[in-house]
DNA sequence: GAAATAGTGTCTCTGAGACAATATTTC
DNA sequence: GAAATATTGTCTCAGAGACACTATTTC
């Protein structure tokens, strides 16, 4: 089709989550060279087609899904397309193009040991190992910024929940992913924005069970929500700049 | 370096601009098969090697750059890359991959006839030719709402406006490309803001000369905003959604 | 009852929107 | 002065933040 040698294309995977209570990237021991034993993102080559010639990858999408099934023994609830690191440099064996995606998934799916035989580990997005390979870097730079943008407007953190879950707790997952305490004068203000854009809804009768302390309301994210991030109002912000 | 057949990379501009006080789009009519003759976005395969075998392309966004210069004869001001999309159907040729950027552009620049023979014409972003060809309709359509989602909150119009302008001339393009009346009892707060976010700054003794009615006074683009748009303060949104 | 956590009532204050008033130009 | 457009002064009102107060649990 094209006269020209082709870029050689590619899918990484910025996969986060909240692990003790901080977030977190999913990181794995490169199994082949360049950069064999390194930590890195999970990600793979786009599959036209398999190794028996047979059609697999549909779309980038579905390759970023392949790559989370295959390296990481998972379906994430939140995908998203992030943004597409190209060029000449990037990669010593020449110009290749990774489409990257991040994806959003709740502590507890990642708690067992991947499928895959290879070592993989949490690191806190702050905290992160030193010479990741490639631009894997200023991916994972790139998704948190994405997801703590988005979280300031939008319903995202609810992918970082299990099901059921209650408003302090959300309210603690907000300031986790933004990184920005919300004082607990701030409190009533939280709930109040939360419960108007409706993103979630209450269990009726189900309540938390806490060692100590008053239990709390159960909540789940309101049926539309976790198919769909529904942007609140443009004016009422989840948490503000300061 | 893959085993694997690789699926061809094109990238795609979406290219805007004010036209007769109307957001547009410039689109050229194919030059060759598939399509051809029909109105399309301008685009390119990604040059890893130019016809000599010399080195071209270093990244995405210089295949872009490249674009714009071979296919519309303009320098954009603003480029940003947009979306990938890819999958085997958007090109019955087979899998596919393109990096479709969106750039803008003040209107009197694209007032010459395009550097190339191709007939080119730009088109209200609502008023598209019917039948084009891949998915370029969905890539316009996503890049209007980029540049609207974007425009809520930052300064992005000012790269569709002349290097001087008055502030009720960027009250219109806000307008125009939010596809939003911004009423006269709202005229204050706009200023309030445009000129609060510091996106603006006056060009001293400098005044419009209209044909009637009192003048106005010049304002250009502060001169950190064209190299980098900057988001406004979290809460306060340009134009608001109501 | 004390400690711990959940949840609410209500005040203040900021900033967006409304709109009347004023300013500067041409004819 | 009339028409046209630019620019400002200032009021109102909604909603975010502050914070004291109430509620419900374990020990």
């Known amino acids: 089709m094209s006269e020209y040698p082709k870029p050689d294309a590619i899918v990484d995977v910025v996969l986060l989550t909240l692990h003790a209570d901080t977030l977190c990237v999913f990181l794995a021991r490169r199994d082949r060279e360049p950069f064999k034993g390194a930590w890195a993102l999970p990600g793979g080559f786009i599959h036209v087609v398999d190794k028996d010639g047979v059609e697999e990858d549909e779309d980038v999408e579905d390759t970023a899904r392949r790559v989370l099934r295959e390296k990481v023994g998972i379906v994430a609830p939140y995908l998203e397309q992030l943004y597409t690191f190209s060029g000449r440099?990037?990669?010593?064996?020449?110009?290749?193009?990774?489409?990257?995606?991040?994806?959003?998934?709740?502590?507890?799916?990642l708690a067992a040991p991947a499928a895959t035989g290879a070592e993989t580990a949490l690191f806190p997005v702050d905290m992160l190992p030193y010479d990741l390979p490639f631009d894997h870097e200023a991916m994972i730079a790139m998704a948190v910024r994405r997801v703590r943008g988005k979280s300031s407007y939008t319903s995202l953190p609810l992918f970082l929940l299990p099901e059921e879950f209650t408003l302090p707790e959300l309210q603690d997952v907000y300031a986790r992913v933004l990184d920005k305490e919300i004082p607990t004068s701030e409190t009533k203000s939280f709930r109040r924005k939360i419960l108007d854009q409706g993103f979630v809804e209450e269990i009726p009768g189900r309540m938390s069970t806490p060692r100590i302390g008053r239990p709390a309301q159960l909540y789940r994210a309101s049926s539309d929500e976790l198919s769909q991030v529904r942007p609140s109002a443009p004016l009422a912000r989840i948490a503000s700049a300061r």
Request: hydrophobic letters at 45%.
């Open 89 to 109: 440099k990037r990669d010593d064996r020449g110009w290749t193009l990774s489409v990257c995606h991040f994806a959003l998934v709740p502590g507890a799916l």
